[in-house]
Each structure stands twice: as C-alpha cells, then as structure tokens.
C-alpha cells in the first residue's frame, strides 16, 4: 500500500457519498501542513478546531486463489517500525473508481487477476482524525500472473489456506487486516 | 509461509524469520508538521521518504453488560462528515498503560465500570503513514454509573444485545469497531 499520493488534488476534497446519516459541514477551513504525501487541514466547528489529515481514500482485497489460499502481503511499515503482514491495499488515484483501484492494487502487488468480486464493507480508518475511507473487497477464484510493485514497496507475498486463518489471527497486527479476513470468514467458511 | 518475492530485483534483504519482529530505524528524521492534535514527521529510509503522522497510541473496549447489551457510542467525526457509530475509545495520555487508558475512556465516555477485562488484540490502525498503535480489550459485566465525557464529544450512548451484532455490522462504518465486534463474537458467541 504506497502511502504516496498519485493524483489525488491538493485541494480539500468532498467527503465521500456513502449513507444516509446527517451531512456536517464547518465552519471554516484551512490547510496548515502543504505535505508531500498528505494534508493536513483545521477546521472550526462551533467552539472547537479538528486538525484532519487529508486522504483520498483507500481500498483492501481479501482474495482468495482456486487453490483455497488467501493473499497477504508482508512489507516494511515504516511508521510502526517494524514488518506486517497486511491485506493487499492501497490509495485511490485521481479519479478511480474504488473496484478499479483494488484490481490494479491487487495485481500490481501480488500478480493476482482475474476472479469473482464483492464489496464486503466500507469503513473509516481513524475517524478521530483522518479523512480515510476504505473500500474493503473480496475475490474469489483469482488466478497467478506476475506482480508489479511501486519502487518504493518491498513486499514478499504470503499465502495462508483459508482454513488456518481462524488460528493465525494473532500474526495480525492490521486493523483492515483483521476486519478483512473476520468478515469473510463470517461470511464464507 | 511465504511463497515468493513480489518484486526480485529490489528486494535484496533476508526473509524475515516468521514471528520474529524485526526493528527498523530510519536514516534520518525531522519533525515538519507542529500541530495541536498531532505532529508529522518526515523520515528518510534509503533512497525513500515517509511523512509519517505520530500518535502516542490508542485503546478501544467491546464492554458487555451484565444484562448482556455491548456498548457503541455515536458522535460526531467532523473526518467523515458524519456521525459514526463506534466502540468506546480514547488517546494514551501521559505515561498511561492501555488497561488503565481503556478503563478511563470507558468510565467517561459511558459511565461503565467494573467488569472483567482482557486484551483481545494490538493493532495498527494506519501503518502506511501512522504511528497510532491501537490496544483492544473486552470487558464483561461492566456496572452502569455516570459519564463525564470531554468538553469537545458529543456522545450518545447506544446499547445493542450482544446477540443482534451480528445482523447489525452493516451499520458500522469504523475500522477498530468492525474488528472489535467480529473478534469479539468469534470468541463469546
């Protein structure tokens, strides 16, 4: 998952269309970090500021190959220091839709194609304090091909069969990671 | 189990041995972003950058009652315009253990005391440009008293029976309280 923004504009983006829940707006808005990979923005509400980092959105693949086997990425994360094991993921770019993005991140990261799609949920990261929203999706029935990682990924391709996943959750140490294989395990096995 | 590198020409290093946490450092770091909320915190790792947001950690709690009704707080994420329907959850403060964290950010978000509690999982929230480390605990049998939330929350308390979670996860739209709820029911329900 390249933390890097590709397209995405610099400017403050709409918050995405997703529910019937009550639409809020502040008050007043203004960047105060112009950073290379992301914003950060502090908005006035009433009486109090949000200090908001800026993030196009993202998306996650649990994806399942013929054989039964789940893919995982193992990366270098430099922000926890240390490796993870990690759900393919990544940024939407510029104007992508969020299926295309999980595709192109899916096969760029593990060479994996092909298959049966579904949305298994969306969420917020860390609504606390980022604008991420996560695009979570399943694929069954992908099929082996070659990889393409961004130059600044290291990542080893892990291969899980589903039926350990229920015993190897504690090697999980990813919040989309641990929602991800719950949910289809929940909704699959 | 890893099967096969992702990308052969750059990734040079030795597989990690499996479970074994490797530590990573950067070549160098400086602070670029002095927020209210939050600092950013730009990283050189070889030939790469990472801007990378620093937050001294984070705890959420599954608290089921004796009655057995989970507790979920709805609050206003200015992040998502919108209101979200999440696990009771707080910022380390100070030199605070997580357990001691949980517990407080329970009481005030909720009133809820007392109770059994155990750590159902550590995570990170964000790894791809986030320090946040999130400790997640279950605590049952939790007693109703008084909340004293912060000035800046605006909390509605919501109780659901532990038995409708799982016909219910449609409505959450939140990372930890997705993850939460579903490791929750894999081990009570």
Redesign the interface.
């Known amino acids: ?3 890097r923004r590709a397209n995405a504009p610099k400017g403050h983006r709409a ?1 995405p269309d ?2 019937t ?6 008050d007043t808005s203004r960047t ?2 112009d ?4 914003d ?1 923005t ?2 006035r ?1 009433g ?7 800026e993030h196009p959105g993202a998306v996650a693949v649990v994806a399942v190959d013929r054989e039964g086997m789940v893919a995982l ?2 990366q ?9 094991l ?1 759900l393919p ?1 990544g ?1 939407l770019e510029g104007e992508e839709q969020p299926l295309e993005s999980a595709r192109r991140e899916l096969a760029e ?3 994996l194609t092909g298959g049966t799609w579904r949305e298994l ?14 695009h979570l999706f399943a694929a069954e029935g992908v099929e082996h091909g070659s ?3 961004e ?10 069969p589903v039926h350990d996943i ?1 015993d190897r ?1 504690g ?6 990671t ?2 991800g294989l ?2 289809y395990l ?1 909704e699959t096995v």
Do not use: N, Q
């Open positions: 998952m390249p933390t918050a997703c529910g829940l009550r639409r809020l707006k502040p105060v970090y950073g290379r990979l992301f950060v502090l908005e509400w009486e109090h500021e949000r200090e908001i980092v990425v193992r270098r994360r430099e922000a926890a220091r240390k490796e993870l990690e993921a940024t990261e593990t060479g949920a969306a969420f917020y990261t860390t609504p606390g304090f980022c604008r991420e929203r996560m990889a393409s990682p130059a600044d990924e290291e990542l080893e391709l892990v291969r899980w229920a959750l090697e999980i140490e990813d919040a989309k641990l929602a719950l949910l929940r």
